[in-house]
């Protein structure tokens, strides 16, 4: 099993930038794929960004593209999403996802997902 925690949520403004982590603990070593999604309110969850866990391969939505970074510390089993630029849409409960297989954007193939953690946007 792995556990996933996200921390960093907050109240921003638009134009702003934050950064979420993802600690991740347990079976970590069994991890191929880590990637973070989204979901506003009555909207369907979405997939933000992507990467593998022991290369540089990165994939992100259109929408986040240029603006969002994925990173990790390995040493530390963390994964972080570094927002810039903000906007109100991008206002959302922002999920961390992991899986041992190459997962793409597709949330229904990621095994273990943390808790959320809110981002709100004022405009």
């Known amino acids: 099993q792995v556990q996933l925690i996200e921390s960093g949520g907050g109240l921003m403004q638009a134009g702003q930038s934050l950064r979420l982590s993802c600690a991740a603990s347990?079976?970590?070593?069994?991890?191929?794929?880590m990637g973070w999604f989204r979901q506003a309110p009555g909207k369907e969850r979405e997939f933000v960004a992507r990467m593998r866990w022991s290369s540089d391969e990165t994939s992100y939505a259109d929408s986040v593209k240029g603006r969002f970074t994925i990173s990790r510390d390995n040493a530390e089993n963390t994964m972080y999403l570094q927002m810039n630029s903000l906007k109100h849409e991008d206002t959302a409960v922002y999920y961390c996802?992991?899986?041992?297989?190459?997962?793409?954007?597709?949330?229904?193939?990621?095994?273990?997902w943390g808790q959320g953690t809110q981002v709100t946007v004022s405009s």
């Open positions: 347990g079976r970590t070593f069994s991890l191929v794929t």
């Open positions: 996802a992991a899986d041992p297989g190459y997962s793409g954007p597709d949330g229904r193939y990621y095994r273990y």
